[in-house]
């Protein structure tokens, strides 16, 4: 099957990331002063948002951030023609009422911005996680001190002078099928109705197409072939990427024998039309993936079934 030719939620361009300017102080300085320059607040791992009357994403000028430090603040690039730097906003301390917004969690309202705009806000999101984690030298245990417009941190001691850069974690996803249903799992700590499609991180010394195979043999002891890459997609919680795929099922009984899922089971389209099982929010590539199989099998689209549900993320 040929990639999906579609970006999903997070995914994009949309953004110039102007990678070359991270090492341009005299730039970011002046950047930093300008005023048509906006910032990207984060807060607790959310991301502020405002609602109504349509949801969409709250960047802030320089006059309405918080008090901060140059060095603070996480060059992203420029979008919508303007300087954009992502920013953190003390954990200890409250939002500023006067904000235009609220602060979120970036998984209930990813899929109802903008897109670019929500591509936005998961690239603060990520690097700002990956800055809070990395204040000191992984080698030497030395305080950092971000560099290039906060996308490395610089071990402070000249001994040493580790530098580190933000990392992902690629983690595989995945829906295999037996040609009429689909295999899908879920955790124990979900409510109860809830199922997605198999995923797990990539182990080092495997590809991923090595990942899938693994993942599905130990999480359900199906053994797969036919994998065809499907799309990708950023997951900034905390700091992965999914790659998603589809394959075909070599055998179909299930067992469950490492403890990763509570459940798995073969669901028919005709399930999932009716409401069994909960799927994945639409926000999702495990919903995108469990779409798209449903569109080939039945030629119509699964958003359009009044009988289909989905998570509810509240819960």
């Not at 000028?61 to 690039?77: E, S, T």
């Not at 974690?169 to 295999?183: M, N, Q, T």
């Not at 998603?244 to 798995?264: H, M, S």
Request: aromatic content about 10%; some cysteine; hydrophobic content about 45%.
């Amino acid at each position: 099957m040929p990639a999906h030719p579609v970006s999903n939620v997070f995914a994009g361009p949309y953004v110039d990331r102007t990678s070359g300017l991270r090492k341009d102080p005299a730039w970011v300085a002046a950047a930093l002063l300008t005023p048509s320059t906006r910032f990207v607040p984060v807060w607790r791992s959310q991301s502020l948002v405002r609602l109504e009357p349509a949801p969409l994403a709250v960047l802030l000028p320089r006059a309405a951030c918080p008090p901060f430090q140059p060095g603070q603040a996480i060059l992203l690039g420029q979008f919508r023609g303007a300087a954009t730097f992502a920013l953190e906003v003390a954990a200890d301390g409250a939002p500023d009422p006067a904000l235009d917004g609220e602060f979120v969690d970036l998984r209930l309202t990813g899929g109802l911005l903008p897109a670019d705009e929500a591509g936005l806000l998961a690239y603060a999101r990520a690097l700002i996680w990956w800055r809070q984690r990395h204040r000191f030298c992984g080698v030497c245990g030395a305080p950092t001190v971000a560099v290039d417009a906060g996308h490395v941190m610089r071990c402070t001691v000249s001994g040493c002078a580790a530098e580190f850069f933000p990392r992902i974690d690629p983690a595989i996803i995945v829906l295999v099928h037996d040609g009429e249903r689909a295999l899908l799992g879920r955790q124990a700590a979900w409510p109860p109705g809830r199922y997605s499609t198999i995923a797990g991180f990539v182990e080092p010394g495997e590809s991923f197409e090595d990942a899938v195979v693994r993942e599905v043999r130990e999480e359900t002891s199906v053994e797969v072939g036919d994998i065809d890459y499907h799309s990708s997609q950023p997951w900034p919680f905390p700091s992965s990427v999914m790659i998603g795929f589809v394959a075909r099922a070599r055998n179909t009984t299930i067992a469950c024998p490492d403890g990763e899922l509570e459940d798995a089971r073969w669901f028919s389209c005709a399930e999932m039309a009716a409401g069994t099982p909960a799927l994945p929010p639409p926000q999702s590539i495990s919903y995108r993936l469990i779409a798209d199989w449903y569109e080939r099998q039945t030629g119509r689209r699964l958003s359009d079934e009044p009988g289909a549900a989905l998570w509810s993320l509240a819960r």
